[in-house]
């Protein structure tokens, strides 16, 4: 039981003391920056009049850890058009718009579908600009429901849109080797207000006061987007599969967990990369469905966040046991095929999740993770691959070797100005 605990111990010194802040621009920054400078290129050829206006989301935006091994997959920019606009139902149109938006904008309603989280667009007014100070003058526009329309010819996966070359124009792939795979463009439709659908969420009680009043403020001020994809059961259905959009609150997830303490953000990268490694993000029910997402990591830590105080994040600073107890809540949602969104009243994330034999062995999998099982899968492909990796210090890697061994050293470790893993110190040694 000792040598388990010291294991546990090891790798939670290792993952507190190796995860160092981001650098100000590193090379995912600069890659993402350059995509969407492309970007921006690409929509002014088309059309002089309206700006492509892209955002950094995901791991690039969310991250503001550095780890050992990288929490950047692929680049994730988000692309509003300066023409378009949604508003919630029922809202008046807005007569006054940020400097972004182009002389003409076309407005749509945002109106509830028969699932929470997903909605279809009604366009309703056109906007166009009267004075110089940014003043708009909005008359009824034919209303009809919006389809989706794509602008380019690459692969689809959901509303994104990937794009094979992860190298934009300017970037040599010697500098980007092992940081992103690709680039997944996801077209979507600026709402500058908090959708209805999410109106519970600023108010709702918080017992431990995460977020905050000025960060929920925050959020809140930036609205949402609107991206193009049908719910799994509508995917079948050609009228739903092309009117059918999606709330994505990727604005508001950025700042939520830019707000976190250290420690969350490691477990988060943790809790990703345990999933991505045993392959349980790549898992498909019999519809060809992924039955876990990073995005169900995501929102387990977004109510983990809320749900916990202080105390139990840095009570002793455990990063695996955390994991192991978020990994067990996570099993929980998978048996009850409930995964309640973070942000949307009433919306269940495993609503069409089936209770098939597959779904159950992942949670009773996920049931039966130890804390001394975990310490040592992270022993092996983590910090192993870290030495295999990044270390070109024979004697780093054999100090990463005595973790697995019956003899167990617990170590203080630091990294470089290289970002290379050394350690200063042994507090004990136990046989």
């Not at 003409?104 to 579908?113: A, F, K, Q, R």
């Not at 943790?270 to 019999?286: P, W």
């Not at 039955?291 to 600073?317: F, H, P, Q, V």
């Amino acid at each position: 039981m000792a040598d388990n605990r010291v294991v546990a111990e090891i790798v939670s010194d290792f993952f507190l003391n190796t995860c160092r802040l981001r650098r100000r621009l590193n090379v995912d920054d600069f890659v993402a920056m350059l995509h969407a400078s492309d970007i921006v290129s690409l929509g002014n050829k088309y059309n002089d009049e309206v700006d492509a206006i892209p955002l950094s989301t995901g791991s690039v935006a969310e991250f503001y850890i550095e780890p050992m091994l990288s929490c950047v997959g692929d680049i994730d920019i988000m692309i509003h058009l300066s023409c378009w606009l949604a508003i919630p139902q029922g809202h008046p149109p807005p007569t006054q718009l940020p400097d972004e938006f182009h002389g003409d904008v076309l407005v749509s309603e945002i109106i509830n579908s028969e699932f929470p989280g997903y909605v279809y667009l009604m366009t309703s007014y056109l906007l166009t600009e009267i004075t110089d100070d940014g003043k708009f003058n909005a008359v009824q526009y034919a209303r009809q429901y919006l389809a989706r329309g794509l602008t380019r010819e690459d692969d689809i996966q959901g509303p994104a849109l990937v794009s094979k070359d992860p190298h934009p124009s300017g970037v040599s792939p010697f500098y980007a080797s092992g940081s992103v795979s690709s680039t997944d463009m996801v077209p979507c439709r600026r709402c500058l207000s908090w959708p209805l659908q999410a109106a519970d969420w600023p108010t709702r009680l918080r017992n431990y006061g995460w977020p905050d009043s000025a960060t929920v403020d925050h959020v809140v001020s930036n609205g949402c987007d609107v991206v193009g994809v049908a719910h799994r059961l509508c995917r079948q259905d050609e009228w739903m599969s092309n009117h059918q959009y999606r709330l994505s609150f990727s604005r508001a997830e950025i700042t939520l967990i830019n707000s976190w303490m250290k420690v969350q953000q490691i477990v988060y990268h943790m809790l990703r990369s345990f999933m991505k490694n045993e392959g349980l993000t790549d898992i498909t029910d019999s519809t060809g469905s992924k039955i876990l997402s990073n995005y169900n990591i995501k929102t387990l830590m977004l109510w983990a966040c809320e749900m916990k105080g202080r105390s139990w994040w840095i009570g002793d600073l455990n990063v695996v046991g955390i994991c192991v107890k978020l990994l067990h809540i996570l099993a929980d949602w998978l048996t009850d095929a409930r995964c309640p969104h973070y942000f949307t009243n009433n919306c269940n994330l495993f609503d069409s999740l089936d209770n098939s034999q597959l779904t159950q062995n992942m949670a009773r999998k996920l049931q039966s993770v130890t804390e001394a099982w975990l310490a040592e899968w992270f022993v092996n492909n983590y910090i192993r691959k870290c030495a295999r990796d990044l270390c070109y210090d024979n004697r780093v890697s054999r100090l990463f070797d005595d973790v697995s061994t019956h003899v167990m050293s617990r170590y203080y470790w630091t990294v470089d100005n290289a970002n290379q893993p050394r350690f200063t110190g042994r507090s004990y040694h136990l046989t």
